[in-house]
T-cell receptor, first 118, second 119 residues
């Protein structure tokens, strides 16, 4: 159990470019979540997966955002045609059903990917 | 929709003293979880403590304890014997209980309280 990992930790890009972030959840955690956190604010929910199925998307997730979890393990979050307003910390978290590692139904967070759009 | 309010943007406390962070929430749900997370400067979000709404007993984790008042929709965090390493942003968060229908599992966070522990 090595915790949730995210790559890259920092990403600087120019407006209009596409970026992709990766999240590796805690092993055996079947739920995976993406949040966005802007400076001085609490994280805001973007989307979540149960296994490979994307079960909910926030209205914050515009058409330029897409998330996948193809094999029910790691997940990717892609932002197309980035805008300066996309600059934020993107957090990934995972959780398990009863019997999984760590406390049931409790989300454990990764270190985040800080995106800066110039 | 649920809302979480943390009315203290910043607080400070002397090392070894006790401090209480406030959190109130609004929900029509009866079954839910409440959490306190800690986010040290430039470091990742760490779970501090969790409370199930159906449990009347307040949760405790070593120096951290909560005062959960369900009727008042209040969930404060008490940190005893404060340490320099407790300096961090603290977030209160709400989650519906599994099986309560609708948008399960997502966390709704407050805006956070920046706690500084002074030597």
């Amino acid at each position: 159990d090595t915790g949730v990992s995210q790559n890259p930790r920092h990403k600087i890009t120019k407006r209009g470019q596409n970026v992709t972030f990766r999240c590796d959840p805690i092993s055996e955690h079947n739920r995976l979540y993406w949040y966005r956190q802007t400076l001085g604010q609490g994280p805001e929910f973007l989307t979540y997966f149960q296994n490979e199925a994307q079960l909910e998307k926030s209205r914050l997730l515009s058409d330029r955002f897409s998330a996948e979890r193809p094999k029910g393990s790691f997940s990717t979050l892609e932002i197309q045609r980035t805008e300066q307003g996309d600059s934020a910390m993107y957090l990934c978290a995972s959780s398990s059903l009863a019997g999984g590692p760590r406390i049931t139904d409790t989300q454990y967070f990764g270190p985040g990917t800080r995106l800066t759009v110039l | 929709a649920q809302t979480v309010t943390q009315s203290q943007p910043e607080m400070s406390v002397q090392e070894a003293e006790t401090v209480t962070l406030s959190c109130t929430y609004d929900t029509s749900e009866n079954n839910y979880y409440l959490f306190w997370y800690k986010q040290p400067p430039s470091r990742q979000m760490i779970l501090v403590i969790r409370q199930e709404a159906y449990k009347q007993q307040n949760a405790t984790e070593n120096r951290f304890s909560v005062n959960f008042q369900k009727a008042a929709k209040s969930f404060s965090l008490k940190i005893s014997d404060s340490q320099l390493g407790d300096t961090a942003m603290y977030f209160c968060a709400f989650m519906k209980h599994v099986g309560s229908g609708g948008s399960n599992y997502k966390l709704t966070f407050g805006k956070g309280t920046l706690l500084t522990v002074n030597p």
